[in-house]
Every structure is written in C-alpha cells, then in structure tokens.
C-alpha cells in the first residue's frame, strides 16, 4: 500500500494512454480558477467513461452530479453526432464553470446541463416519459445514491449500463458502524442493489491520484 506509487503509476498510464485534449486541461483550469473542489474523475477514470460509452455504442447518456463537467466532457466526446448527454447539477456555480466548459469543448449542441436539485430533475424527466437512456453515470451526494440509483433505473431499458463512483470511499465501506454518511449512504446503495432483480452488477476497486476507490457497473437486464 503506496498512495505515491499508486499516482506515479496513475500518471505514467494516463501519459501513456490519453492523448493530449486541451478542452479537459482547460476545464481542470477553469475548475481550480472558480474555486471548484477536485474532486472530478481522474484522467484515467474519466478515459474508462469514455471508453465504456463507446463499446456500448450509447446515444443518450444521463449524468448526475457535473461539477465542471470534466467527466460530462469525457463521455459526452464518445458519443455519435446525434448522441445526446443530460447532467444535473445542484450548485448554480457549477453549472455555470460546466457550461462554460462544455461550449469550450465544442459540446454545447450535445449536453444539456439542468440546474437543481437531482431527485426533483429525475421527477420531472420520468414525468415526461421520454425515451429510456443507454448510460447513466451517478456522482452527485453520496447519501443519496440509492435514492438516484432507483430512478435511474425507472428511466433505463434492457441493456442499459450504470456506473456508480465512489463507492468503496478509502475502503471505509466494508464499516458497517461507520456514521459517516456518504459511507453510509453508499451501503445503503449496495443493499438496493443486492436485492435487485433488474439488474447484473460488479465492482472495480480503483487506485490512483485519487486514492483508494471504485465503481459499480451494473447492467440493466429488464
Ligand atoms: N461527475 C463530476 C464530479 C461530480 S462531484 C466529475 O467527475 O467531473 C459531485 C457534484 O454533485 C457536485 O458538483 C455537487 O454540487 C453535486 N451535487 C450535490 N448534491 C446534489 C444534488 N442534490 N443534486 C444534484 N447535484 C448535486
Ligand atoms: C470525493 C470524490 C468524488 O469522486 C466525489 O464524487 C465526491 C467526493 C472526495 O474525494 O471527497
Ligand atoms: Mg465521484
């Protein structure tokens, strides 16, 4: 266990493995510039996004939790030209550093960030009944992520792809007395997804710049 291995190893696979994109060093700038915390997907995580969108051929993403819009960019850049990205953000600041970002990037066409509160943005977009999207990506406050993950599934279709971040928080998931609660929160998650039918799920433990992590990835199978 070697936190500052772990991110020169991080380092040397992002150099190796992402080329060069201006848009998301600008973004990480302009994150930092309006004081925005840094807590964005690594490079590589972000790459792992994109990447996934595009073996799964998604055209119509859902993102909850935007910050700058650093991980909007990765997977909204691996979809088609008629793809469409949806992020809900609750920090007006924010939504104003990711929109700015995302028209750097050349993506305003694509994704459209709605301002507020997620549980109140997903009423609404299961009230209009649209159709179902093909990747979600849930990021926003962790005490929440069951409460997301249900209506993400209510807005899914058989073989939609779900990734959830941060769920294993420096390993300090497996404490169950833990009263911190995003950890909390996060087992709450991982009891709902344990006793879900609709879904085939694993988990990737993560290391790296950002420590010690992980997502789940879970399919829609209904
Ligand atoms: N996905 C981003 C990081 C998101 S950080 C990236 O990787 O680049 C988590 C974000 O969730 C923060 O911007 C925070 O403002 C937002 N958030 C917190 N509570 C929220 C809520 N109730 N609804 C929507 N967004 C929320
Ligand atoms: C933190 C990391 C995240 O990826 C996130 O979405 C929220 C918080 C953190 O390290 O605090
Ligand atoms: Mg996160």
């Not at 093909?134 to 807005?155: E, G, H, V």
């Not at 073989?159 to 769920?167: K, P, S």
């Amino acid at each position: 266990m070697d936190p500052t291995q772990w991110a020169a190893v991080d380092s040397y696979l992002a150099t190796a493995l992402i080329p060069t994109d201006e848009a998301l060093a600008a973004t990480l700038h302009a994150n930092t510039a309006a004081g925005l915390p840094a807590i964005d997907v690594s490079p590589l995580q972000g790459r792992f996004l994109h990447v996934l969108v595009k073996i799964q051929g998604a055209r119509r993403i859902l993102e909850i939790g935007a910050l700058g819009g650093y991980s909007t960019i990765c997977m909204a850049r691996a979809l088609p030209a008629d793809g469409r990205l949806t992020s809900l953000e609750l920090d007006p600041r924010h939504v104003d550093v990711a929109r700015r970002n995302i028209a750097r990037a050349g993506l305003d066409g694509k994704v459209t960030v709605i301002q507020g509160a997620a549980s109140e943005s997903l009423a609404r977009l299961q009230a209009e009944g649209g159709t179902p999207f093909d990747f979600i990506f849930i990021d926003a406050d962790k005490p929440s992520t069951s409460i997301y993950f249900k209506a993400a599934l209510s807005l899914s279709k058989a073989g939609t792809v779900i990734v959830v971040d941060n769920v294993v928080r420096r390993g300090t998931v497996v404490d169950t007395e833990t009263t911190d609660e995003n950890v909390r929160g996060m087992r709450r998650f991982l009891d709902a997804i344990s006793g879900e039918a609709r879904v085939e799920a694993s988990a990737v433990q993560t290391v790296g710049i950002k420590g010690h992590d992980g997502f789940v990835l879970a399919r829609v199978v209904s």
